[in-house]
């Protein structure tokens, strides 16, 4: 017959094997947090540096489009930079549950946290798509004709800005739902 001994004061994963798959959960939270700071950074930077100089017949006129002209890009910018500055400010907790199981509380706040994060995110993101699509398609109702045909580079810019920010709303879902999983678990 084998007994387990523990001295006073140490822990084995062997005598508490919920903790390491809460500490897995807390590796794979940090991991998805990373990776949505650097997703809403890249955004950010793609469609804060979007601008392009077209002239039209002949170099008589100039078409000049740039984020800033438009003021659901300039909260797209805003959305991303805020998402992006919580989500590395938020990473030292996120790795202190890493290393140590902690409490209900600082789970439960950076849940509330990153759920407002998503609404942020998401709502920049579906504001510029808006635009996005008008750029590309156009709205003939109200006799707003495509301008992608002239300005290719800033609706690639963008138009990969938005895939970049709705991937990292995405890994924002995948953030609460593994806080949700470590807090269930504790």
Not at 2 to 17: F, V
Not at 97 to 126: E, Q, W
Request: charged share 10%; hydrophobic share 50%.
């Amino acid at each position: 017959m084998k007994t387990l001994s523990l001295e006073s004061g140490e822990t084995s994963h062997e005598a508490h094997p919920e903790n390491s798959k809460i500490n897995g959960v807390a590796i794979l939270e940090f991991t998805l947090r990373f990776l949505a700071a650097g997703g809403t950074l890249a955004s950010a930077m793609a469609m804060g540096t979007a601008e392009e100089v077209v002239p039209l017949l002949s170099q008589s006129i100039i078409l000049n489009a740039k984020f800033s002209d438009l003021p659901m890009f300039t909260f797209f910018v805003i959305a991303n930079s805020v998402a992006c500055a919580y989500l590395v400010l938020s990473l030292p907790l996120s790795f202190y549950h890493v290393i140590k199981r902690a409490d209900k509380n600082s789970r439960l706040l950076l849940v509330t946290l990153d759920t407002a994060m998503l609404a942020l995110v998401t709502a920049g993101a579906s504001a510029a798509a808006s635009i996005v699509y008008l750029a590309h398609e156009g709205n003939s109702d109200a006799n707003w004709s495509p301008i992608c045909q002239q300005l290719d580079s800033f609706c690639e810019s963008t138009s990969g800005s938005l895939i970049g920010s709705f991937v990292s709303a995405f890994v924002l879902m995948l953030i609460i739902i593994s806080s949700a999983i470590s807090i269930s678990r504790s």
